[in-house]
């Protein structure tokens, strides 16, 4: 079971990226979503959340500028970052939540992938 990240770098401010959250091993079809970022000498935040009935929440740092979505056929979520700002720098993690057919509780993470504004 895995989840993997991609999609990081660097752009200036004003600019775009779109994260992808690609998971192996499991489908994200029942899951709940999140997006997270740490950045250096902060804590961890929640971002976006997207949860298995389709709805979207986000953090008001990023309302209106980030997009959460899912690809189910590719077993994706995506992470569409518009009007970059350098407080947006950090470290972007997925993390994927909810429970097996067995009733078993499961929370996978991925590694992170950075994103530097500038």
């Known amino acids: 079971v895995q989840l993997v990240e991609s999609g990081g770098g660097s752009v200036q401010a004003g600019g775009s990226l779109r994260l992808s959250c690609t998971a192996y091993?499991?489908?994200?079809?029942?899951?709940?979503m999140g997006w997270y970022r740490q950045a250096p000498g902060h804590e961890c935040e929640q971002v976006a959340t997207?949860?298995?009935?389709?709805?979207?929440y986000y953090e008001d740092p990023v309302k209106g500028r980030f997009t959460i979505s899912r690809d189910n056929a590719r077993n994706t979520v995506y992470l569409q970052m518009n009007s970059l700002k350098s407080e947006d720098t950090a470290l972007y993690y997925c993390?994927?939540?909810?429970?097996?057919?067995?009733?078993?509780?499961?929370?996978?993470w991925g590694q992170g992938t950075q994103v530097t504004v500038s």
């Open positions: 993390a994927a939540e909810g429970w097996t057919s067995h009733s078993d509780y499961y929370n996978y």
């Open positions: 091993g499991f489908d994200l079809d029942d899951s709940d």
């Open positions: 997207l949860v298995n009935d389709g709805t979207a």
